[in-house]
């Protein structure tokens, strides 16, 4: 469904994306953010998925500036691996990457964004930018607490699990706090990654009503 295609940030740095579409006309464009384990099966899956639902969808490859075209699994091995390059991140860096596919997508009409983990908090900082997102769905973004005195400039989603052994539900409730005008889910039987049927953590319960809930929003947001 979908395809392999090459950005370029406005520092001139040429990174990887994987993008889908819709087969007739769009609703609306999401940009996808990974998780720590690349542009992988998964997340290219969201993507088609994303397509299936009427939208163009495109996820950059953030790592690219470490690790060109880095894709990973989810055993113990590959975990401990990709976890050694979130020290070599270089936010600003990624941002611009991240700007670049919201841009990409600009040029088809308006565009949300949609992250899982490390994309999650992704999501969160762009939605703070003056990028002209119209939308952040955020999965699991275990950074988020830590920027949550960062003011959205558009309606924000957030999904978490009650058992997520990464994020405590006393970030989650600061974040309600902080942001009390995002929608904010807790899912009591969901742990970290419960949105990935790739992963021991899936859940698919708590993954079925998620990703209804990020439908229903994306298509308020763009009205259609």
Not at 18 to 27: E, F, L, N
Not at 139 to 165: R, T, W
Request: aromatic share 8%; hydrophobic share 40%.
């Amino acid at each position: 469904m979908g395809e392999d295609i090459t950005l370029t940030a406005k520092d001139g740095f040429r990174l990887g994306a994987y993008r889908a579409g819709p087969q007739g006309s769009a609703k609306g464009g999401v940009v996808v953010i990974q998780e720590i384990f690349g542009v992988n099966h998964h997340i290219r899956a969201v993507c088609d998925r994303l397509a299936g639902e009427g939208y163009r969808a495109l996820a950059p490859a953030v790592f690219d500036r470490i690790q060109p075209n880095f894709q990973s699994g989810y055993s113990e091995d590959e975990v401990a691996k990709a976890m050694t390059l979130i020290p070599k991140l270089d936010w600003e860096k990624m941002m611009l990457d991240v700007n670049a596919a919201i841009d990409e997508l600009k040029k088809g009409g308006p565009v949300a964004i949609m992250g899982f983990c490390l994309g999650g908090t992704v999501s969160f900082v762009a939605s703070s930018m003056p990028n002209g997102l119209k939308a952040a769905v955020c999965y699991y973004g275990g950074m988020i607490a830590k920027n949550a005195d960062k003011k959205p400039l558009s309606p924000v989603q957030m999904h978490f699990g009650e058992k997520d052994g990464h994020i405590p539900l006393s970030d989650v409730n600061a974040i309600k706090q902080k942001r009390p005008e995002a929608e904010i889910y807790v899912y009591g039987e969901a742990g970290h990654g419960f949105h990935c049927d790739e992963r021991a953590s899936f859940e698919p319960k708590s993954a079925k009503i998620a990703w209804e809930r990020s439908i229903a929003f994306l298509k308020k947001v763009f009205g259609k």
